[in-house]
């Protein structure tokens, strides 16, 4: 049948940064950017990264299931760690088994294609994937990169069979050194160059070139695509459209009003919005640049009417909380520096031990419940906490659960980077209760009886050592 896309999701952050607030703050300095404040980028919480919203978008795509993957690749330029397996960890938070193949990939903007197109040409032999791709990239406040970009994830998962809601047809990729833009391993920002070099060298001529061999590998011609996949400018993508002989109104939603460009996850974001809302043999042309180029396509099947993920980009689009103060937004990614008096002056040590002892209940949030009496419990313990009885403990997976406010309280005197701490008694729908920190509460909205999902985020920073510390925290329930 041929290898192809079974499901996808995504994760896109709950704060939207209006693009006026940014222009407001910085166009003293270059009054053209006022032209670009338009629309709105979405931003990390402070508790969020290119890992947290991997394990969100990937949770979207597989919906509580547990396939059976042989491999999981993760694709970012933005990942917190540099010598630690990012994908390893996103493996353990989904509770995988620890027999699946981690890969992780960077370097480029087209790294999350080139693994994409890496997998399907594996072919249908290879066994299940699941392809993640996420970024939470920064750019020099007052720059035209602080307006464009936005934090997004999406992942799709890969295999064969009836059950493929778009079938691989082919693809090309071409690796050529044309350096539109590029960051040094030292720097925390990128450098850009001319723009116009970018669209005539890069855009113009090496795109055309991989679109051509990727259509010759699938056996189509131009006119046979019904939807273009391009993650850049909109004028740039028309005139692709007029040179490769594509329909104008095939270009697709670029999605940069509203969330902004999520770097080498945005081709993969922009074709989980095209599947929310595809036909039946309609065929799709997905484009990755960065350094060369990646084009994919795919068909969709009558698969397509079955499979949805829980929110998806519409449903995430949809769901948003407006941050006006720029201020807060440069704190949340380290831009600034705050003065958060003594309260915030404790060390943050990670007991590397202890964690790795501990590490389900930490990363995959599995407790216990009792096979006597039912009751379930976090930690996972030898005695139950109700009946009492030993060793009746079995594995269970509180991520997944659904649960709601027992109390809770708004802490302003406790430290916190985005005032005040919330924590409090949360009780979960088959039984038990935990004190927890809440996220993703405006001051105020918290109320007892709130519904709430579990959500993977960091807890604390190691500053002094660099180690970044990750466990669950309730959200809002929301609902698109």
Not at 77 to 103: H, I, Q, Y
Not at 418 to 442: I, Q
Request: hydrophobic fraction near 40%; aromatic fraction near 8%.
């Amino acid at each position: 049948m041929g290898a192809g896309i079974l499901g996808w999701g995504a994760y896109i952050p709950l704060l939207r940064l209006p693009r006026e607030r940014i222009v407001e703050h910085t166009a003293w300095l270059n009054p053209g950017l006022r032209a670009q404040g338009r629309g709105e980028r979405a931003i990390c919480n402070w508790d969020e990264d290119a890992l947290t919203m991997a394990v969100e978008a990937a949770r979207d795509c597989l919906q509580g299931r547990r396939p059976t993957l042989a491999e999981l690749q993760l694709a970012s330029t933005t990942l917190p760690f540099a010598d630690r397996s990012n994908a390893g960890m996103l493996a353990a938070a989904l509770d995988l088994d620890e027999s699946v193949a981690t890969l992780e990939s960077g370097g480029s903007l087209r790294c999350a294609t080139s693994s994409l197109l890496s997998r399907l040409r594996a072919g249908a032999g290879a066994g299940e994937c699941l392809v993640v791709a996420s970024e939470h990239r920064l750019a020099r406040p007052g720059s035209g990169g602080e307006l464009r970009y936005g934090d997004a994830a999406t992942a799709l998962h890969l295999g064969d069979g009836d059950d493929v809601v778009a079938r691989f047809l082919g693809g090309a990729t071409m690796a050529r050194d044309l350096v539109d833009h590029y960051r040094a391993s030292d720097s925390r920002y990128d450098y850009a160059l001319e723009e116009r070099w970018i669209r005539d060298e890069g855009y113009f001529k090496l795109v055309p070139e991989v679109c051509t061999q990727a259509l010759a590998d699938a056996g189509l011609e131009a006119a046979d695509v019904d939807t273009l996949v391009f993650p850049g400018p909109v004028r740039v993508g028309q005139a692709l459209c007029r040179r490769l002989g594509i329909e104008a109104d095939a270009l697709a939603d670029d999605l940069a009003g509203r969330c902004g460009h999520a770097g080498s996850a945005h081709p993969l974001l922009m074709l989980a919005h095209v599947l929310e809302q595809a036909r039946p043999e309609q065929v799709i042309l997905v484009l990755g640049f960065g350094q060369g180029a990646d084009a994919l396509l795919f068909r969709v099947t009558e698969a397509i009417a079955a499979r949805r993920p829980a929110l998806g980009v519409h449903g995430h689009l949809a769901l948003r909380r407006e941050e006006t103060h720029y201020l807060r937004y440069l704190s949340f990614t380290g831009q600034i520096g705050i003065d958060w008096g003594a309260r915030a002056e404790h060390d943050k040590r990670t007991a590397q031990s202890t964690a790795f002892r501990k590490r389900r209940a930490v990363t995959a949030f599995v407790g216990g419940r009792c096979s006597a009496c039912g009751t379930a419990q976090f930690p996972r313990t030898r005695a139950c906490v109700h009946c009492g009885a030993i060793d009746t403990q079995e594995e269970h997976r509180f991520a997944d659960s659904r649960a709601k406010v027992k109390s809770y309280t708004e802490d302003w005197q406790a430290h916190s980077p985005a005032p005040p701490l919330m924590y409090g008694s949360v009780s979960f729908a088959e039984g038990g209760s935990l004190m927890m920190e809440f996220t993703d509460f405006a001051p105020g909205e918290i109320a007892v009886g709130t519904p709430l999902r579990m959500v993977f985020r960091i807890k604390d920073v190691d500053e002094k050592r660099g180690f970044t510390r990750y466990f669950w925290k309730p959200a809002p329930a929301r609902s698109a």
